[in-house]
């Protein structure tokens, strides 16, 4: 994975490391998103305002790629840096293998505090992707959607999902 090869080969990172020389990593995926309509890539609609000032303190990928379409297995290749076709998580029912050394666990390995936020059921700790994270929070609202016949994204109420540019209320 570039994150992990960037942290721990290019700024020399060591366990011998003091904490207040560490860079801080923040992973931000974003499910079905066009990256056309977003203000980072020059939109000229202000829809993306906080991801706009995360990236002018931060390395943007412009170009980067899913080596599978469904989110559970690109998240499972993106924390461990395998294809599906090792890692063996093909569907988002999927279970990543323990055998397998996830971003979250290497990290936590150098001391660093691990968390994770997400608001997709079918990234729900039965994944096995909340590994070697410190706190692994999926929204309540989002587990009740995968329960719920007729529930939409972008629905309004205490049930519901909101999307508001880069809000997820």
Excluded: W
Excluded at 67 to 89: D, K, N
Excluded at 99 to 119: D, K, N
């Amino acid at each position: 994975l570039c994150i992990i090869t960037m942290i721990i080969g290019g700024n020399g990172l060591s366990s011998s490391l003091g904490k207040e020389s560490r860079k801080n990593v923040v992973l931000v995926t974003l499910d079905t998103t066009r990256f056309d309509h977003m203000s980072c890539s020059g939109y000229k609609r202000k829809t993306t305002p906080f991801i706009v000032r995360l990236v002018e303190e931060s390395a943007l990928f412009e170009n980067a790629l899913s080596c599978i379409p469904l989110t559970t297995p690109a998240h499972a290749s993106i924390f461990t840096g395998l294809y599906p076709r090792t890692h063996q998580v093909y569907r988002n029912s999927g279970r990543l293998g323990k055998y397998f050394p996830v971003m979250a666990e290497i990290l936590r390995g150098y001391g660093y505090q691990t968390a994770a936020f997400a608001s997709s059921y079918v990234l729900d700790r039965k994944t096995g992707l909340n590994r070697g994270f410190d706190v692994y929070n999926v929204l309540q609202a989002a587990k009740r959607r995968k329960k719920r016949k007729g529930f939409e994204s972008g629905g309004s109420g205490r049930d519901g999902l909101q999307r508001r540019g880069d809000h997820t209320m």
